[in-house]
């Protein structure tokens, strides 16, 4: 149980265009859903937290108008890097937690690299 | 100010001897405790939890301590095996889902064969 999906695995787009990461639970209602952002050799960034229903909350220097978070369902929420740009290339990785646990479980990652 | 700390970046050891992996953290808030192991460009995978209402949770080869009045929590590994080599890091949390999980900047394991 608790399999969490992330379509796609990796995406390569060009400058300026919009790419949107789905992050699905596969086995269990996610109340919450997180993404992240991992940099070579660097520890899990958390970018912002949504709950079903509610807009996302944005960690301190994160950019809501770039990074689109969608939680529209107990099952899904997507992320949309909007006019990307190569400093945008990294490994977003989104979580799901169910009501009342602690646990969360991650998705594979998605590769996005921008040329 | 870093919350959740893993002092030390990597940790080397032998197959078959005892992997410990240590964390602190400094918010006395926290209750609930997490590890997860992590392989390159995937994500991170749950291992094992431990509330503040114990000091101990084992679970096969995996096991947590946990010290509360030092602030501190560890991760035993026995034995170790080449598999278990990746990134291990330790996450804190408190009160029932109701709060964002503080992660640790990992451990990277070497098991050698």
Not at chain 1, 54 to 79: M, P, R, W
Not at chain 1, 93 to 100: D, H, L, V
Request: overall charge positive; charged content about 20%.
């Amino acid at each position: 149980g608790a399999v969490v999906s992330q379509h796609p695995s990796w995406v390569i787009c060009k400058s300026g265009t919009s790419v949107k990461i789905e992050c699905r639970s596969l086995d269990f209602q996610a109340t919450t859903m997180f993404w992240y952002r991992q940099f070579p050799k660097q520890s899990l960034m958390l970018m912002a937290t949504s709950n079903e229903g509610s807009k996302a909350t944005y960690e301190q220097g994160v950019e809501k108008d770039k990074f689109l978070i969608n939680h529209a369902s107990l099952t899904l929420s997507t992320l949309t890097v909007t006019s990307a740009h190569p400093e945008d290339s990294s490994f977003y990785i989104c979580s799901a937690r169910g009501s009342g646990v602690n646990e969360q479980y991650f998705g594979p990652g998605t590769r996005l690299t921008v040329t | 100010d870093q919350q959740v700390k893993q002092n030390s970046p990597s940790l080397s050891v032998q197959e078959g001897r005892i992997s410990i992996l240590n964390c602190d953290y400094t918010n006395s808030m926290f209750d609930y405790f997490l590890w997860y192991k992590k392989y390159p460009a995937e994500g991170p995978t749950f291992l094992i939890s431990i509330s503040s209402i114990k000091d101990k949770n084992e679970d096969g080869r995996f096991t947590v301590f946990l010290n509360k009045s030092a602030k501190h929590l560890s991760l035993h590994i026995v034995p170790s095996q080449p598999g278990d080599s990746a990134v291990y890091f330790c996450a804190a949390t408190f009160g029932r889902g109701g709060f964002k999980t503080i992660f640790g900047a990992g451990t990277r394991l070497f098991v050698k064969a």
